[in-house]
């Protein structure tokens, strides 16, 4: 999950850094990015910059609608302007690839129409997807290269905390090395694919049977 680009402008006070991640403070901005039309811009802006019409194209919405809501996403820090072409073509990037959302938020928000379950169930199909995706291309060497895991322990939480943290310069390292292929097609191998790390770590519900 690739470049660090930062906005250009101050990010608005819903929105911190923390290291190389976003973190959304304020629900209005999980609400904003929890948009069915938005979450689809966002994910099509993964793979680098688009106008309104390419992204449009890309999810099946007319570029005036794109055009609105990138307009939003961009009033609560999550997207910026990439660039202005010829004959006013303007595109749009992420501001950052990742985000967190502190508990807090999430318990506001879960209060009330909970847009996280929203955004988390599109991931969980997306992740669906993608593994029914290598399953009929039948390519051996990309499916091996894939993984999925569920990995149970028994950890106090600054053990917890640690192993995030561990995850985190992971993931973190893999951006930092990569980053240039986000905005520059020419950087990116020719069997290059975009590809979607989604990681839980958290403590399972204290009732769970299951574990």
């Given amino acids: 999950m690739p470049t660090h680009s930062r906005p250009t402008r101050s990010s608005p006070a819903s929105i911190r850094q923390a290291g190389d991640a976003q973190v959304i403070t304020d629900v209005r901005t999980l609400r904003a990015l929890g948009h069915p039309v938005r979450m ?11 106008s309104a019409t390419e992204a449009g194209d890309l999810i099946g919405e007319s570029a005036t609608t794109c055009s609105f809501h990138l307009r939003q996403l961009a009033k609560y820090g999550l997207v910026q ?10 595109t749009w990037k992420l501001s950052e690839t990742r985000w967190r959302v502190p508990t807090d938020v999430l318990r506001s ?6 847009m996280y379950e929203t955004i988390l ?33 028994y950890l106090t939480r600054a053990e917890l ?16 090395r990569y980053s240039d292929r986000l905005d ?7 069997d290059a694919r975009p590809v979607e790390v989604i990681l839980f770590a958290v403590p399972a519900p204290q009732d769970d049977e299951d574990f």
């Fill in 40 to 50: 689809a811009l966002v994910d099509a802006l993964l793979p680098g910059p688009l």
């Fill in 184 to 190: 520059n097609a020419k950087k990116r191998p020719r």
């Fill in 81 to 90: 302007q990439h660039e202005t072409g010829p004959g006013r073509r303007r």
């Fill in 161 to 176: 905390a640690e192993f995030s943290a561990h995850l985190d310069q992971l993931v973190a390292s893999y951006r930092d």
């Fill in 121 to 153: 169930n599109r991931f969980l199909r997306r992740a669906h997807r993608a593994v029914m995706s290598l399953a009929e291309e039948r390519d051996p060497l990309w499916d091996e290269a894939s993984t999925s895991s569920r990995s149970p322990f």
């Fill in 109 to 114: 928000e879960s209060a009330q129409v909970s």
